[in-house]
């Protein structure tokens, strides 16, 4: 997933020669994902920065208010915070506050997820936050050739949008079509049919939903992966019509369980599609507690495939008359 | 007080740029004060912060600007967003909260902008302009046409730490960006001194950023300060950094009468500020000098009191936007693609 994202940069930085990226790092580039494109382009459109992240998002969105298009690379997801007034109050407002005048080609990019004992503060999944404010579009790719077609939507786009990469999948291989292949945003991909379950899936969760996925098939339930792509904007008709066909709802998310993605994901499936569950809804998440350093103990609070196969077959065999729910 | 280092020195401004300046002070003057009595009379749906007694600070500085130079400003924003060029009708009728206003009546007092003037905005979060500011000037290092920008910001934003993040990346990059912090003495309900260690300018000298402390109810020493630092701006020669010294002759806001139980500031304070009022001050050294004929003012006034009675009258007979305005300004759709 790292060569897509890189590919995607370089595509877009060689299409648009106004792009600019910066950030901290950036020309060594600590994940990879930028690797190259300082030689390619230059020090003017690839810039290292000091370690300022309140400079660094205000400047992105002063840069695109003024026209220019630019990436601001912030690292790891959790240096957002330090840098999150010109996300949630500037970024994500001031399209709505200036009655439509402004138009902002800005995307944050920052790596997710837990996993490799990065601790509590290198871990956190933010995007319910970044949900919730009501004017950023927030994706989280879970293939590479996802990660390079959003990323280019993006990177084309004139709204505010926060990239974010799961880390868990930097060396994720998977095919990226040739050429110029855009993926709209707000569109779900359904990356496995089933007609007895539906696992709603972000990021690297979509890969424990497909090694669940076979496991349950060969317990005869089939269940169908949806992988959302970009949780704002949401494509709520194909996990409706998804669950309309299974009955049955499980959300898979790397974030905290209070207010996450899932929860969202699941009021909706529970205001819309009610008549058509046959069993309450699951949430897989992080219970709500930082990620320890300890490598068991990180991996015993994160959504897996095993949590997901047993979701499953506690809902199939779900009955309103045999058992509470 | 100046340490900056030496460009071309700007002379005065000519005759008629002085009087155009007068008359942009005034206007700012009377629509603020039209402002301040409808919100004291509850006709206006939120708070606003006015600029009465600081005028000389964003007209001596925009009157170096172009429509494609930039500027950010702050939650005391109506004055900039005039400087700059914004149309007071569309600011009245933005503190309405109608659909003819700056910013279709989403925004309010604390939000004024008009892009289409380079005024990237009011901002109600205390320092939230600066980086923007500092953004803008990187977009115009890239166009290389020469573009500058200016951030607007108090004594109390002079705290916030993105000012000192900003100094160090502009400094390092060289941007086109002057930094003009209004000290007005009062940081909210606070004494700035109560709040504020050292000089402002100080804070930006360690990074080898121009700095300069001036008058700044002296219309001519900010047009000759900014002139300076602007030059210097579009000369590729990077940023500056203007302390003005002023004074907010009116409160935080028009509402605090209503929540605020005890003086902060003393009678005699304010009234001595008000002998220092920067447009009776100008106007009477203009007429010393034989630039302003008698009567002139007068005139300037009537045709002032005018155009703001027109701008009322705009704003009060536009209608307020409906939910479509919510949508067309939207930066996420409600569902399906975005991008």
Redesign the interface.
């Known amino acids: 997933m790292t060569q897509a994202i890189n590919q995607a940069y370089l595509e877009e930085m060689e299409r648009d020669p106004?792009l600019?990226l910066f950030g901290e790092d950036v020309e060594l580039s600590i994940f990879g994902d930028t690797r190259g494109l300082h030689a390619r382009f230059g020090a003017?459109r690839v810039?290292n920065?000091?370690i300022?992240e309140?400079?660094?998002?205000?400047?992105?969105?002063?840069?695109?208010?003024?026209?220019?298009p630019?990436i601001c690379h912030l690292m790891f997801s959790n240096f957002l915070y330090t840098g999150f007034?010109?996300i949630a109050?500037?970024a994500?407002k001031?399209?709505?506050?200036?009655?439509?005048?402004?138009q902002?080609p800005v995307t944050f990019v920052a790596a997710i997820g837990g996993g490799t004992s990065t601790a509590a503060q290198h871990s956190d999944t933010p995007y319910p936050l970044l949900m919730n404010l009501?004017?950023?579009?927030v994706v989280v790719p879970a293939t590479p050739a996802d990660a390079k077609g959003l990323l280019k939507?993006?990177l084309?786009?004139?709204?505010?949008?926060v990239f974010l990469i799961p880390r868990t999948r930097g060396g994720v291989m998977g095919e990226v079509p040739e050429g110029d292949q855009l993926v709209?945003?707000?569109?779900a991909r359904v990356h496995r049919s089933g007609g007895d379950v539906t696992v709603v899936a972000i990021g690297a969760c979509v890969t424990h939903a497909l090694a669940a996925a076979e496991t349950l098939a060969a317990q005869n339930v089939a269940a169908e992966v949806v992988d959302p792509r970009?949780l704002?904007?949401?494509?709520?008709?194909t996990i409706v019509a998804s669950v309309r066909k299974t009955g049955r709802l499980i959300v898979v998310d790397e974030a905290r369980d209070r207010c996450s993605a899932a929860s969202h994901i699941a009021a909706v499936v529970a205001d819309t599609a009610f008549a058509s569950l046959r069993a309450p809804i699951r949430r897989i998440t992080v219970p709500d507690t930082s990620l320890p350093y300890a490598p068991a103990l990180e991996r015993a609070l994160m959504p897996d495939p095993a949590k997901i196969v047993a979701a499953a077959l506690d809902l199939v065999a779900w009955s309103p008359t045999e058992r509470s729910s | 007080m100046s340490d900056t280092t030496p460009v071309a020195k700007v002379s005065e401004p000519t005759p008629s740029q002085m009087r155009a300046m007068l008359e942009r002070m005034v206007v700012i003057r009377r629509t603020e004060e039209q402002l301040g009595a409808d919100s004291r009379a509850g006709r206006l749906p939120g708070n606003v912060h006015l600029y009465i007694g600081q005028e000389a600070v964003a007209v001596g500085v925009c009157a170096h600007l172009a429509d494609d130079d930039y500027i950010t400003s702050n939650h005391r924003g109506h004055g900039h967003y005039i400087a700059k060029g914004g149309v007071p009708r569309e600011l009245v009728a933005e503190v309405y909260g109608k659909r003819t206003g700056a910013c279709r009546g989403l925004g309010g007092s604390m939000h004024v902008a008009d892009l289409s003037k380079g005024m990237l905005g009011a901002n109600g979060i205390v320092g939230g302009g600066i980086g923007i500011a500092a953004g803008a000037a990187l977009a115009a290092q890239a166009a290389g046409r020469g573009q500058v920008a200016v951030a607007f910001f108090g004594d109390g934003a002079a705290s916030e730490g993105v000012l000192s993040e900003v100094l160090n990346i502009a400094a390092l990059w060289s941007l086109p960006l002057v930094l003009v912090c209004e000290h007005n003495l009062y940081s909210e309900f606070s004494p700035s001194a109560t709040v504020t260690a050292g000089e402002i300018a100080d804070r930006a000298r360690p990074f080898g950023v121009p700095a300069t402390r001036i008058d700044g109810n002296d219309l001519l020493a900010v047009w000759s300060a900014a002139g300076e630092a602007i030059a210097r701006a579009r000369n590729a020669g990077g940023p500056s950094f203007i302390e003005a010294r002023t004074y907010r002759l009116r409160g935080h806001l028009e509402a605090e009468a209503g929540f605020i139980q005890t003086k902060y500031r003393t009678d005699e304070e304010v009234a001595a500020w008000v002998a220092r009022d920067p447009i009776p001050a100008f106007a009477a050294a203009l007429e010393r000098r034989g630039l302003l004929e008698p009567g002139e003012l007068a005139k300037t006034e009537a045709k002032v009191a005018q155009l703001v009675a027109e701008a009322v009258s705009f704003a009060a007979t536009s209608d307020v936007p409906d939910m479509s305005f919510v949508e067309a300004a939207r930066s996420v759709s409600a569902a399906g693609q975005g991008g």
Do not use: C, K, Y
């Not at chain 1, 009501?134 to 579009?137: A, H, R």
């Not at chain 1, 084309?156 to 949008?161: A, F, K, V």
């Open positions: 106004r600019i003017a810039r920065t000091p300022s309140a400079a660094l998002t205000g400047m992105a969105v002063g840069a695109a208010m003024a026209g220019n630019v007034d010109a109050n500037q994500a001031l399209r709505l506050m200036t009655g439509g005048q402004a902002l009501g004017g950023l579009q939507s993006a084309r786009g004139l709204n505010p949008t709209p945003f707000g569109q970009t704002a904007p949401l494509d709520e008709a």
